[in-house]
């Protein structure tokens, strides 16, 4: 908690260098002061939320990758309300300068908007009429068309960037232009290395296996060059498969399913464009591996060493779930729900049977057909695993945030209800 509130205060950390020395250099009232700043808070919070989104995995490990999505998804919003009242209030001489401001505002409005909905699931986990609406949208707006579009804020900057540097109330003040030009330069910089130039050095492997499971699932297993060594159980990685003539390179994150650091084995559910061509990967093609990222090991080994782990996984959900089972479950108290369409697709059944044999009673398996309803969890789950269990669930949004909601109605904490949802 301490550390998700420190996180956070980067966001009020961040732009005062840059409002404190305007504040020292600037001479004009108080009361026109305010909406620069207000400005400036709102270009800093963009460029903020751009250094977020190359996702450092150091800082994965420390607050978790939806924290650092939810910083960057909320300082968009934020950037726009603050933006919006210097836009209102503010005043400017240069015409060209005025321009520049308005198309930034309204350029970062409407790519914040597409985002919401294409991008976050704030609104549509929330409402099935608005996941349809989606995934209709979807077929003209597909995933990489999204990325693209919401790769317009760079534009944004660099139209803001451009507005200050002609407003020439602000532009005298040269200790001030070199602190903002500073700013804008190192996160753009980051940027550029993190999405061109870093790809190059992740670890690779190569695929050595790529077979069926169930009616549409892919098991891939892919021999890396180097041992996986920071590799922890439940953790999951952005793969690009390089040179396969059907497949593109686009990154995607999939959940290792064992805890072999040598060979790192994915389950993949085929439902979208990219999923539905992994079919094709053939064996021997190259993989490109950034992360690992996951922090549920680490939430498992800072709480209670007696307290039961009850894993909850949807369909191809219950991937992280298996390798942290194959982890822990000849010594900790673990209950394993699955759920999962039909019945072909549990097909990790014996493999949980073995990892059952050889548990010594430390591990119950619950497999459902369909999804999981209060009666059914309620029956299922033992009085201690409520009053005292750490439950990671994981699967598609919408069912995560069910099954959360029935958690909470059988009487287990939200503290205690970690989760993991399949898109972000
Ligand atoms: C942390 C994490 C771990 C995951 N682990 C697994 C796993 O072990 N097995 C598995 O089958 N699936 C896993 N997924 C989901 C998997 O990444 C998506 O199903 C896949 O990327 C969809 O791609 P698509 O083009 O086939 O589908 P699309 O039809 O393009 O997309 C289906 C949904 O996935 C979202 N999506 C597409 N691409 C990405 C992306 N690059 N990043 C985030 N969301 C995306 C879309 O917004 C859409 O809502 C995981 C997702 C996350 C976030």
Redesign the pocket.
Known sequence: MLRKLLFWSIAVVFPLPLVLTYDYQATEPDSLKFYIFLGLIAYTWWLLSILLSVRPSWLDRSVG?PSIYGLHGMLGVLAIATAYVHRDYGYSPSRLARDLGDWGFYGALGVLCFSVF??S?WF?DRSSLLLTA??IL?VVF??QL??WVHRLNLVVVAMIWLHVHLLLRVNQHFAFMMLFDLYTVVVMGIYTWKKWIAPDTYPTGTVISNEMLGGA?RRVSVKVDRKASTLQPGD?F?LSFEGSPSVSR????????DDNPETLT?????????????EDVEVGTRVRLEGP??RFESIIQDRDHEAPLVFLGM???A??LISLTAAHHTTRKIHLLWAVRNPEDAYYRDVLKEYQAASGDHLQVTISIGRFRREDLTNALSAQEVTKGSFFI?GP?PAVLANQRLLRRIGVPARRIHQ?????
């Open positions: 990758l294409f991008m699931g549509v989606k995934r979807e597909r995933r999204s990325v699932t999951f952005f686009e990154w995607h994150p999939f959940s290792v399913t994915f389950t993949i559910r085929q439902h979208g464009d990219f999923t539905r061509r992994v990222f996951g369909g191809a959900g991937a992280p994981v949004n993991e949802r399949l898109t972000m």
